[in-house]
């Protein structure tokens, strides 16, 4: 947190850090509300939509009610879900849950199929053509705070430092965007969400926030394999009874799959890689069908939160608030946050117009909290609260439990486990490299399994190898001296980019760091087992350049 001192300083109303759901959803309904306030949205992606990464089944209830009528106003939606499947997979068998049995929680009617970063350029038409102003390229790395102590907007990144910090021709240093209020849309993770959880002690009281990590591809598959609208969601293979998580195939429009595997960061064996796990789930044989004559078109990760209710923190701080996943509404048995982000987002810029209107600035929305959790997400994320801690404490075992949990709130409204906390953050769930099983993975066939470069080159990253790393090591010596020993140090395992590195020098084991593979999904910063790499946003426009995604 900082003061602006010399730099350039521009002023608005309200500066919203992220143009994914939440953020766009945040600034329609506030021109929507006050059509002359000032609004600006920072978006550290070249072009809104790049890094944006999602499953997607959307339920439509946020977007109906921020703009009602979305589809017929051109919104780019794929197709109507038209068969929703629950299956158990072993390493050689497929077995279909009867629908009947599936909680309702856990079924999508009504639901569509989506790209989210293709509904996100078209949210961000919306937004300007109400007169929000949007800046892609632009990564907020700092808050502005007053004489006070309270948030009064942000700080964007320089542009144009080179490796060692210096000066590069055609440099130009960040602003401060001075607001009375400002909105963090980061999603899961963010950065500055981060520090103001911790600064503002936010998360008082509540859950350590849990995450998983999303890693999908997009095929083309023949037109005989591919079935419009169809919705495929699996558990068990390839992930062991102790792991959380579960793999996605929704058939999109144009022959393409959305394929997908989510992997709980609370696993505890240091050698699992979920990005090897997800090779091996596109191995399987119902998988493997899909795609052998298809073709891979793009690849990304992005890690999602899966606290739920428990870990919800206080979303008002001095001066602005957190919405959408930045806080964490994922819906976790469901798989689905995007609506509970647009809901957010639409609460707080209500609490956020009115709080103008009335000439305040810069004070702790004390109505905010409630009137985000009065959209539907208090009424849709406490009676699948215990899902998740089930999974972490009892494995695929607790799914039995947990199908039981949702069908007891489902009938009855009641759990029969109360409300159960997370016990530990996901980086301190790591179990000793000798108390585990070492993990073996196959080498890729490089036509349904890859390598992680081959998978990074369809990121379509860019970034300008000469800036600062964005990768900081509290202490260099961390991953060799205490890490390694321990755990094997983790990092090139669970980092799906091929970012990290232990290599040799001189006969010593060496830790390197790649930055220009990363594609900004957060899981070194939460999986860390010293917790000491710390993410921040590299310049402005870095990173992978999703399209579709
Ligand atoms: C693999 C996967 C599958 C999923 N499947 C589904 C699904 O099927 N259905 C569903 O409803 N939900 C699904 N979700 C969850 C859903 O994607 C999220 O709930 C939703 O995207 C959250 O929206 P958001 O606006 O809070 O954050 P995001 O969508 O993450 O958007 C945040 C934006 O902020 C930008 N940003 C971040 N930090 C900064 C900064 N410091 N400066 C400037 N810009 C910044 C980012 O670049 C990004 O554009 C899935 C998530 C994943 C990872
Ligand atoms: S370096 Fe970290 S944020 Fe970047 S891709 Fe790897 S794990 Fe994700």
Same mark, same amino acid.
């Given at each position: 947190m900082?003061?602006?001192?010399?730099?350039?300083?521009?002023?608005?109303?309200?500066?919203?850090?992220?143009a994914?759901p939440?953020?766009?959803?945040?600034?329609?309904?506030?021109?929507?509300q006050?059509p002359?306030?000032?609004?600006?949205?920072?978006?550290?992606?070249?072009a809104?939509?790049?890094?944006?990464l999602?499953?997607?089944?959307?339920?439509?209830?946020?977007?109906d009610r921020?703009?009602?009528?979305?589809?017929?106003?051109?919104a780019?939606s794929?197709?109507a879900?038209t068969?929703?499947?629950?299956?158990?997979?072993t390493?050689?068998?497929?077995?279909v849950?009867?629908?009947?049995?599936l909680p309702?929680?856990?079924?999508?009617?009504?639901?569509?199929?989506?790209?989210?970063?293709a509904?996100c350029?078209?949210?961000?038409?919306?937004?300007?053509?109400?007169?929000?102003e949007i800046?892609?390229?632009?990564?907020?790395?700092?808050l502005?705070?007053?004489?006070?102590g309270?948030?009064?907007?942000?700080?964007?990144?320089?542009l144009g430092?080179?490796?060692?910090?210096?000066?590069k021709p055609g440099?130009?240093?960040?602003i401060?965007?001075?607001?009375?209020?400002?909105?963090?849309?980061?999603?899961?993770r963010?950065?500055?969400?981060?520090r103001?959880?911790?600064?503002?002690g936010?998360?008082?009281? *509540?859950?350590?926030?849990?995450?998983?990590?999303?890693?999908?591809?997009?095929?083309?598959?023949?037109?005989?394999?591919?079935?419009?609208?169809?919705?495929d969601?699996?558990?068990?293979?390839?992930?062991d009874?102790?792991?959380g998580?579960?793999g996605f195939?929704?058939?999109?429009? #144009?022959?393409?799959?959305?394929?997908?595997?989510?992997?709980?960061?609370d696993?505890?064996?240091?050698t699992?890689?979920?990005?090897d796990?997800?090779?091996r789930?596109?191995?399987?044989?119902?998988i493997?069908?899909?795609?052998?004559h298809?073709?891979?078109?793009s690849y990304g990760?992005?890690?999602l939160?899966s606290?739920?209710?428990?870990?919800i923190?206080?979303?008002?701080?001095?001066g602005?608030?957190?919405?959408?996943?930045?806080?964490g509404?994922?819906n976790?048995?469901?798989?689905?946050?995007?609506h #509970?982000?647009?809901?957010?987002?639409?609460?707080?810029?209500?609490?956020?117009?009115?709080?103008?209107?009335?000439?305040r600035?810069?004070?702790?929305?004390?109505?905010?909290?409630q009137?985000?959790?009065?959209?539907?997400i208090?009424a849709?994320?406490?009676?699948?609260?215990n899902?998740?801690?089930?999974?972490?404490?009892?494995g695929?075992?607790?799914?039995g439990f947990?199908?039981?949990?949702?069908?007891?709130n489902?009938?009855?409204?009641?759990?029969?486990?109360?409300?159960?906390?997370?016990?530990?953050?996901?980086?301190?769930?790591l179990?000793?490299?000798?108390?585990?099983?070492?993990?073996?993975?196959?080498?890729?066939?490089?036509r349904?399994?890859?390598?992680?470069?081959?998978?990074?080159?369809?990121?379509?990253?860019?970034?300008?190898?000469?800036?600062?790393?964005?990768?900081?090591?509290?202490d260099? *010596?961390?991953?060799?001296e205490? #890490?390694?020993?321990?755990?094997?140090?983790?990092?090139?395992?669970?980092?799906?980019?091929?970012?990290?590195?232990?290599?040799?020098?001189?006969?010593?084991?060496?830790?390197?760091?790649?930055?220009?593979?990363?594609?900004?999904?957060?899981?070194?910063d939460i999986?860390?087992?010293?917790?000491?790499?710390?993410?921040?946003p590299?310049e402005g426009?870095s990173?992978?350049?999703?399209?579709?995604m």
């Amino acid at each position: 947190m900082a003061a602006a001192q010399d730099r350039e300083t521009l002023s608005t109303d309200v500066v919203i850090v992220g143009a994914g759901p939440a953020g766009l959803a945040a600034a329609i309904r506030l021109k929507q509300q006050a059509p002359g306030l000032g609004v600006t949205v920072v978006e550290k992606a070249a072009a809104v939509g790049g890094h944006i990464l999602s499953g997607a089944v959307m339920n439509p209830a946020g977007l109906d009610r921020l703009i009602p009528g979305w589809r017929q106003q051109g919104a780019p939606s794929g197709p109507a879900v038209t068969s929703d499947r629950m299956h158990f997979l072993t390493a050689k068998h497929d077995f279909v849950a009867p629908s009947a049995l599936l909680p309702p929680q856990m079924k999508t009617e009504g639901t569509v199929i989506v790209s989210l970063g293709a509904l996100c350029q078209w949210l961000a038409q919306q937004a300007e053509a109400l007169g929000v102003e949007i800046y892609p390229g632009t990564a907020a790395v700092d808050l502005l705070t007053d004489a006070d102590g309270r948030v009064a907007g942000i700080i964007t990144g320089d542009l144009g430092r080179d490796r060692r910090g210096g000066e590069k021709p055609g440099f130009a240093r960040g602003i401060a965007l001075a607001a009375r209020y400002t909105l963090i849309a980061e999603g899961a993770r963010g950065s500055l969400a981060k520090r103001l959880i911790a600064d503002f002690g936010l998360d008082a009281g *509540k859950s350590p926030q849990k995450f998983g990590l999303g890693i999908k591809e997009i095929w083309e598959i023949p037109e005989s394999l591919h079935e419009e609208g169809r919705v495929d969601h699996y558990l068990g293979f390839p992930l062991d009874l102790g792991t959380g998580g579960g793999g996605f195939c929704y058939h999109a429009g #144009n022959r393409r799959i959305y394929l997908g595997l989510v992997v709980h960061l609370d696993y505890k064996n240091p050698t699992l890689s979920p990005f090897d796990e997800f090779q091996r789930f596109k191995q399987h044989p119902s998988i493997v069908r899909l795609i052998e004559h298809g073709r891979r078109l793009s690849y990304g990760a992005r890690s999602l939160t899966s606290g739920g209710w428990q870990s919800i923190p206080d979303l008002a701080f001095p001066g602005g608030a957190l919405i959408g996943c930045a806080a964490g509404f994922m819906n976790v048995p469901a798989l689905k946050g995007i609506h #509970n982000a647009i809901r957010s987002g639409i609460a707080a810029a209500e609490s956020v117009a009115a709080a103008i209107s009335a000439g305040r600035a810069g004070d702790r929305l004390d109505d905010l909290q409630q009137r985000v959790l009065a959209t539907g997400i208090e009424a849709e994320l406490f009676p699948v609260r215990n899902a998740k801690p089930l999974l972490s404490r009892f494995g695929l075992i607790g799914l039995g439990f947990a199908g039981l949990d949702l069908w007891s709130n489902a009938l009855l409204k009641v759990s029969p486990f109360g409300t159960l906390k997370h016990r530990k953050a996901d980086y301190a769930a790591l179990r000793h490299l000798a108390d585990e099983p070492a993990k073996r993975y196959p080498r890729p066939d490089g036509r349904t399994t890859f390598d992680r470069a081959a998978s990074v080159f369809l990121a379509n990253i860019a970034h300008d190898e000469d800036q600062p790393v964005h990768l900081k090591l509290a202490d260099p *010596k961390v991953p060799i001296e205490e #890490n390694l020993p321990v755990y094997g140090e983790p990092a090139p395992l669970y980092c799906p980019a091929g970012v990290y590195e232990v290599a040799e020098a001189g006969g010593a084991p060496v830790f390197r760091i790649h930055p220009a593979n990363c594609v900004h999904c957060k899981t070194c910063d939460i999986k860390d087992p010293a917790q000491n790499i710390t993410w921040v946003p590299p310049e402005g426009g870095s990173g992978p350049n999703y399209s579709g995604m």
